[in-house]
């Protein structure tokens, strides 16, 4: 029982892990790479539920996050694109704070999928 409680505890440090990669991406985009090949090679590992929906909304945030910035960075030229490179500094962290904490409280992402902050 207690090898269980451990197991989980380690993927939820994983997962934590992941959320700190992707901020710190946005200093170092590297780190939000390493994020998302960590989370596809262990999203199919055994699992709760609830903590697959972390798994899903790390690579959902990096596809969005990654097709955000290349529409701000291509975009830049004419202003919009900087408006669009703000919102996207500003909704990853959001979405990685919001993440983390929904994994303190073990609750699963509502919308592991979507667009906004859920």
């Known amino acids: 029982m207690e090898q269980n409680g451990y197991a989980e505890q380690k993927l939820i440090d994983n997962t934590r892990l992941m959320y700190i990669l992707m901020l710190v991406g946005l200093a170092f985009g590297v780190t939000a790479i390493v994020a998302v090949v960590i989370a596809y090679i262990n999203k199919d ?39 669009i490179l703000i919102f996207w500094t500003v909704w990853i962290i959001i979405r990685c704070v919001k993440g983390m904490k929904r994994l303190d409280l073990a609750e699963a992402q509502p919308v592991p999928n979507g667009w906004m902050f859920d």
């Open 45 to 83: 590992d055994p699992m709760p539920d609830w903590l697959k929906t972390h798994y899903q909304f790390i690579i959902s945030t990096f596809w969005k996050g990654l097709l955000m910035l290349v529409v701000g960075a291509i975009t830049s030229i004419i202003i919009i694109g900087i408006f």
